[in-house]
């Protein structure tokens, strides 16, 4: 079964600075997908970036990039120039890889609460 | 689109009562997912669509749970006999592809008294 791992129970962070949050991930698998995804108070999911296992670039979106290194298998969420707004739990996921009976199955870690300081 | 549409959005019940949860997935989409949310286990999948075919329903904590999707618009979670451990942020979501992201409902609050 894959595994997601976030280590990080909370983060703070000053507003405008960047923060790095974690995620490790288990899988002998080639082929798999990775994704960020944000839960504001209000608790709405809300899709972040995704990253392709044979993806040869680190995915970003806007403010959000994805420090991807495979050999370590993590693949880390940058938030660059932290907004007040970005307060919120985040979370990392795998979808399982192509091929086995589950593929498709998002697994989810169990997320970080990341608070920016005015 | 509309997105994702869950409904109820809050669920208040007692102990023993059956309860139907409601999922409407976005258009054209052909993936289907069911996610509970707690405190305590985080994020669970607890069933997966595709066209309508359940894939993996491993996570279905027991044989109260059960789901369907009688057509690609439309899909139901209920649980019978409620019990207060299923007190839950209940999600469904959606997806077009394998490759591409889920597009999550805004979720049914249950909370079984």
């Known amino acids: 079964a894959q595994k997601i791992t976030q280590t990080q129970p909370g983060m703070f962070v000053q507003e405008k600075e960047a923060v790095t949050l974690d995620c490790t991930y288990d899988t002998s698998d080639q082929s798999y997908g990775l994704f960020w995804y944000k839960q504001p108070s209000s608790g709405e999911m809300i899709f972040l970036i995704y990253?392709?296992?044979?993806?040869?670039q680190n995915a970003t979106e806007g403010r959000y990039s994805l420090n991807f290194q495979k050999a370590r298998k993590s693949a880390n969420l940058v938030i660059s120039a932290s907004q007040l707004g970005d307060s919120a739990m985040y979370f990392c996921a795998m979808r399982d890889p192509a091929g086995g009976t589950s593929y498709g199955k998002l697994t989810f870690g169990q997320g970080t609460i990341l608070t920016v300081h005015p | 689109d509309a997105g994702v549409i869950q409904s109820p959005r809050h669920e208040v019940t007692e102990m023993g009562q059956e309860v139907t949860l409601r999922c409407k997935p976005i258009?054209?989409?052909?993936?289907l997912f069911w996610y509970r949310q707690t405190m305590m286990r985080g994020l669970e999948l607890l069933i997966y669509f595709n066209n309508n075919v359940p894939i993996d329903d491993s996570g279905m904590p027991e044989d109260r749970f059960s789901a369907k999707m009688p057509n690609a618009s439309f899909s139901t979670l209920k649980i019978q006999p409620s019990e207060p451990r299923d007190s839950a942020v209940y999600f469904c979501?959606?997806?077009?592809?394998?490759?591409?992201?889920?597009?999550f409902g805004q979720g049914t609050r249950l909370t079984v008294v």
């Open positions: 979501a959606s997806r077009e592809f394998m490759n591409t992201e889920a597009f």
């Open positions: 990253q392709g296992s044979y993806d040869e």
């Open positions: 258009s054209g989409h052909d993936y």
